[in-house]
């Protein structure tokens, strides 16, 4: 099975859209191996939406996980930022078109707009996603993360305090 894939940038509703051409080779069996590698790829498709889903509920709220495991810092904040990023600019995030390739190779179609478009937003709002929107939800994106840092924030400054006021303990030898 081959499968060729063209993509390039063009104007949408989001203000960037990825375009994705596609000449897949015919003959495909359902017994062959082609069959099987198809299925692959649409599961592995659904695994980059899942994957997609969850970046995307760690960059809005990982921030709260931060009192728990404070290190997860280092992941969070490059993650937020670049969502941030990516809702501000009006661009659209790698893993898109890698879901539209696999969906593609897979026997499926590809789909215009961005993951955000396509999966959250007919959930939280009608209509279509225009980049005023989603530099609105770029906003919230860093709004929440602010509040989020600011109770880590507090959280660690509790426990830094409450360290200092305990006595310090020496063993008996």
Known sequence: MQAAIA???GRG???TAWSVSVRMDEGRTRGGSGFLAMSMAAMLADAVVVVHLLF???VVAGGFLLPRWPRLVWLHLPAAAWGAFIEFSGGICPLTP???HLRV???GSAYGGDFI???LLPILYPGHL???LQQVLGGVVVAVNLAAYALACRAWRRKAQARQAQPVRRSSS
Do not use: I, K, M, Q
Request: charged content about 20%; glycine content about 20%; cysteine-free.
């Open 7 to 9: 993509t390039g940038r």
């Open 117 to 119: 478009e396509r999966t």
């Open 105 to 107: 190779v897979g026997g």
């Open 98 to 100: 890698l879901e539209n």
């Open 56 to 58: 995307v509920a760690f």
């Open 13 to 15: 509703t989001a203000g």
């Open 130 to 132: 225009t980049l005023p």
